[in-house]
């Protein structure tokens, strides 16, 4: 019997604070705004071990999320010959704040998911207008809320718009969010398998298996 997730999409309400870049003559007025709601203030980072998280986005990109919160745009020029060329733009800081996300799984489209312990779900999209340095800016929606109640989910991973969150008790629940019209479609929370795992031992059913097999594919095709 098919399941449905409980969990609503929370539309476009509650739009948060786009990333700066460094050197922004905002970022002043950017921070008391940030104080003021509760944002968590920038933490220093051990620069023998400063990411706590890295993110592909597809084409070669890698964005590092340092521990102070800056996001850290890298893009392996050579990832179809599997050679070592890096663009020459790679370690370009293109915002900050981000250390304040559990999670961030991003897209070929510059879009980054970012899960916030409160389990709401922010979309950001950087859009690069020169994969040799870089540059490029944010898109105007950068920041808003597309959904909430993840936190129910001890995993969570996704790419280009597929979010996969898995339960403790090993259901797999599929949505997918369509950044052209901003919505998620009408499988928003469909369960499409179980995942079990004891202490790092994965088995699947063949429902979990063929839908996994499918996300990993896509993510290699897109880089």
């Known amino acids: ?47 023998q071990q400063r990411f706590i998280q890295v993110v ?48 961030v799984f991003g897209s070929a489209d510059g879009s980054l998911y970012c899960l916030r312990a409160d389990g709401t779900l922010r979309r950001y999209r950087y859009v690069c207008s020169d994969l040799e340095t870089g540059a490029g800016s944010w898109a105007d929606a950068s920041g808003v809320q597309i959904g909430s109640g993840f936190h129910r ?3 969570l991973f996704g ?18 969010f369509n950044p052209a019209t901003g919505t998620w479609t009408d499988a928003y929370g469909t369960h499409v398998g179980n995942v079990i795992t004891f202490n790092g031992a994965l088995a699947t059913d063949s429902a979990a298996s063929t839908i996994l ?11």
């Open 1 to 47: 019997m098919s399941r449905r997730n409980p969990l609503r999409a929370a539309g476009v309400a509650g739009t948060a604070l786009p990333p700066l870049a460094a050197g922004d003559a905002r970022a002043d007025t950017r921070a008391a705004v940030e104080r003021a709601a509760g944002t968590p203030a920038a933490a220093t980072y051990d620069p």
């Open 159 to 176: 790419f280009t718009g597929y979010v996969y969150g898995v339960t403790a008790d090993g259901d797999v629940y599929a949505y997918r």
């Open 153 to 155: 989910y001890p995993r």
């Open 56 to 103: 592909g986005g597809g084409n070669g990109v890698l964005y590092g999320i340092r521990a102070d919160g800056a996001l850290v745009w890298y893009r392996h020029s050579d990832w179809q010959a599997l050679k070592t060329g890096w663009a020459s733009g790679s370690g370009r800081i293109i915002g900050n704040g981000f250390h304040q996300f559990l999670n």
């Open 213 to 223: 097999r499918n996300v990993f594919a896509l993510a290699l095709r897109d880089g």
